[in-house]
Structures are given as structure tokens and as C-alpha cells.
């Protein structure tokens, strides 16, 4: 069994920063790809970016230039940096992790979900 708990979420005004951080633990024997996303009031659940095991990285076209997703494989966590934060960016983000658990099968975890809201 894993576990993803994010951390990180809370209240920004338009033009600031937030750090976004999502730590999995459990019987993992490794990560695969690990990504974040998000759902806004009456909108589905989108992707915001994702991240290989390798480093390789994706994202939405709408946070490129703004956002930043890394990951620190030793402490099996997935971070999202968000800068130039706008009210759109308003939502509550789910990080996930496609997980090969110690002697059982490869599936995906999704965490939570946290609060970011922008608002002056």
C-alpha cells in the first residue's frame, strides 16, 4: 500500500509564489512518471505538468514559463514550484505517481489534493 500526502497549498496574492511538494511512501519499489493536476469550481480535472523517473518533463500550455516540476527520487517526492501565480490558477491540486510496489503489480496513487487560491 502507498500513500501521497501534498503540502504546501494556502493562500497567494496575483504575481506571487508558491511551492507545492508531495512526499509518497509505503511498500514503493520505485517511481515511474509522478505529475500534478488540477480542478478548478465546475471544471474537470486537468494536467499541470508531469515528470519521468528520468527528469523528463510536460506541461500544460497554459503554466509553461511559469511553473516548475522536479523530484528528488531518494525522497520519492514530486515538487511544483508555481511563480506569476494568476486567478486562474485558482483550484485544488492532486499529485499522483504511476508506483511498482515491493513484490506486486505497477499501478497509480493519487494524493489528497490541496487548496491554491489567488486572491487579493
Known amino acids: 500500500q502507498v500513500q501521497l500526502v501534498e503540502s504546501g497549498g494556502g493562500l497567494v496574492q496575483p504575481g506571487g509564489s508558491l511551492g507545492l511538494s508531495c512526499a509518497a511512501s509505503?511498500?514503493?519499489?520505485?517511481?515511474?512518471?509522478m505529475g500534478w493536476y488540477r480542478q478548478a469550481p465546475g471544471k474537470q480535472r486537468e494536467l499541470v505538468a508531469t515528470i519521468t523517473s528520468g527528469g523528463a518533463t510536460n506541461y500544460a500550455d497554459s503554466v509553461k514559463g511559469r511553473f516548475t516540476i522536479s523530484r528528488d527520487n531518494a525522497k520519492n517526492t514530486v515538487y511544483l514550484q508555481m511563480n506569476s501565480l494568476n486567478v486562474e490558477d485558482t483550484a485544488v491540486y492532486y499529485c499522483?505517481?504511476?508506483?511498482?510496489?515491493?513484490?506486486?503489480?505497477?499501478?497509480?496513487?493519487w494524493g489528497q489534493g490541496t487548496q491554491v487560491t489567488v486572491s487579493s
Open positions: 509505503g511498500s514503493i519499489f520505485t517511481i515511474y512518471d
Open positions: 499522483n505517481a504511476d508506483v511498482h510496489e515491493i513484490r506486486y503489480r505497477r499501478r497509480v496513487y
